[in-house]
């Protein structure tokens, strides 16, 4: 059978991007790799919208998330962590592993955190050096108000804002300068449609401000090191070559397609497949704003997901993601990222509604596909 | 022009793991990925001869270093770093980065650590809890005495013996459990003959001691993270699937030539390579015993070899790397890891032989392959 990819990370890879990865080795440290990298760096800049260095790690995304923290914090520094899904409960484990004071703001599963309860905390305690966050939470299908929050760390000269943009860089807006964000984190098997195995990281002036006073222990992860050796195009360990060539021509294809359509085309894809799901009477997990990298969509519950997922699984061949912890099992988590297109989409309302029927589910056989397909090729 | 890649790693991958590599991307969470990782564990576990688990880490061989260094020890401990190369001052700069009281005993460059220094510095220090040392140093083409060194670690309760095997594991015999090494990283662009962005790490019985007290930060290589999850067929963190496909038909090969003739092969190519080298009146920069995985030659002063990798790189489309720091344009290495055979060897004496010719070196045209000729196929 035929496997189609619908996971939030790993995410399809375009056939000509793995055939490009599959081209003999190239040596890191040659004029010709240079050159690719040299594009890499221009590249990464145009999608992170900043004029900072983005540093391209040999890790996956967590490996840039510890970069984030140690080479901006200092120990003992008191942090104030969003954990309102899998990945903000990850900052907080980092924070604490490297002895940071770690305050955690718990928001429910399922909705966005509220800036002004950031702002009430950081008012409440003037000793709080970073704010951590998710653009985008992949285990709720939330996002979080990057930009609402930066408003309010941005012009505080002792707070930096700390951003997992794993499912969010490449995904939708989030221009790094622009909006004011300190550190913004990447990985290359989400919107960069890649194989796992590299991840990214930019840092702002004040983020290098605090930099120099950064004393948590750091090596493989050194920001400076990597900012040095990405001067030179080169990076201070062997590089991942063969990602990085991939990401190259990846590169290339997002500034033939421009980052304005890529957003639009995750946000398209997103809505049609949440109205889709609504026109079947399914519920999305996501109470406040959903984002556009991934739809997690409730499962009737007389069912629950795993069939749902075992089914697609078996009958088509569709891999989707489980909820994690208190929503295993109750939703199912669809990707709207990696070399997936408007057709993909609508096959995969199409495989839904026919395990869903074949499972027991009552719904009006059709409105999923019909919705999403007016939403999906409606305005071409 | 054809390109033929002879760095000691990044090696030269082979086509059908290249391919393999390319097939459309797999989700790791599933029953397909955990078979082939289960696959990979034991095949790593064969090539460490080791009952040990073997992690399997995104990122390339500093990380693995990193990650032996802070599952082990304490802030403040006192550690010996054989430092005769790049690598073995890299054991220094990390242990450094992380407050480790760094001593460092200093070889020169070209010769091996003589244990019997690495014993009166222990003797003369009880305090000294670990021994770090490279398997083989890749900047001067040395092999140091593992074995040796692990005789006089391994009967002391409260030292461990920490070795980098990037260039080791895999190219010469290393039993893991038989020598008695505590903790030993390897890397995937080595003898594993994959593109680099894969590390790897086991750690003894003694080791796992060390871990139980090791106070210094870890997540991302948080190695009981990682045994936790390996005995689950699956990582901490998102692995680099693709790598891990690559590895597990790399580990099948390897099953196939068998540990014994893979050490057999290497040391068959470099002791070619080392006496075709000489039979043309170069020297050979290693004084002690050389490491199979790479020879490093000197060039005849003269021309430095600057001129002459340059010229096999303009000539015949061949890299091979140029010394570093005090080595640099006075010796060339060059690798018998990766996809190279016996042929590959001789055919790149001859170029040798061609590049130095027109370089107007002066020696007896055909000596350098002759000689190789008959070390290579002589006993086939």
């Not at 059978?1 to 990370?9: A, H, L, Q, R, V």
């Not at 200092?74 to 899904?85: E, Y």
Request: glycine content about 8%; hydrophobic content about 40%; aromatic content about 8%.
């Amino acid at each position: 059978m035929k496997n189609y990819i619908f996971t939030p990370g790993p995410v399809a890879v375009p056939s000509e991007i793995l055939i490009e990865m599959a081209k003999p080795i190239m040596h890191h440290r040659t004029k010709e790799f240079e050159a690719i990298f040299a594009e890499v760096r221009e590249g990464l800049k145009y999608i992170y919208d900043t004029k900072q260095e983005v540093f391209v790690l040999a890790a996956s995304g967590t490996g840039a998330m510890e970069g984030a923290v140690v080479n901006t914090l200092s120990r003992g520094d008191k942090v104030l962590v969003v954990n309102g899904g899998k990945f903000g409960e990850r900052w907080g484990k980092i924070c604490k592993a490297f002895g940071l004071d770690t305050q955690e703001l718990m928001v429910e599963w399922g909705h966005s955190v509220d800036p002004a309860d950031i702002e009430k905390a950081l008012g409440k305690d003037p000793s709080i050096r970073a704010v951590l966050v998710q653009a985008s939470e992949t285990s709720t299908g939330v996002m979080h108000p990057t930009k609402e929050i930066a408003d309010i760390t941005r012009h505080r000269d002792d707070v930096i804002l700390i951003v997992d943009g794993i499912t969010g860089v490449g995904v939708f807006p989030l221009p790094f300068d622009e909006i004011g964000i300190d550190v913004m984190v990447g990985g290359s098997q989400k919107a960069f449609m890649l194989p796992p195995g590299l991840s990214f990281a930019a840092m702002s002036e004040k983020a290098w401000k605090f930099n120099k006073t950064s004393d948590l222990p750091k090596y493989y992860f050194d920001f400076k090191a990597a900012q040095k050796n990405a001067e030179k195009n080169t990076t201070p360990y062997t590089p991942a070559v063969t990602l990085i060539i991939g990401l190259a021509a990846v590169l290339r294809r997002f500034r033939e397609e421009g980052r304005e359509s890529m957003f639009k085309r995750h946000a398209k894809l997103s809505l049609a497949m949440r109205e889709g799901m609504k026109a079947i009477g399914l519920d999305i997990y996501v109470k406040d704003v959903p984002s556009p990298a991934l739809t997690t969509v409730i499962a009737p519950p007389e069912i629950g997901s795993s069939k749902v997922i075992k089914a697609l699984s078996s009958e088509f061949g569709i891999t989707v993601a489980d909820g994690q912890d208190q929503a295993k099992g109750v939703i199912f988590r669809v990707s709207h990222i990696g070399d997936i297109d408007k057709t993909d989409t609508l096959f995969f309302i199409s495989a839904i509604e026919s395990v869903l029927h074949k499972l027991g589910y009552k719904f009006n056989y059709g409105a999923g596909t019909k919705k999403a397909s007016e939403i999906l090729f409606g305005d071409q």
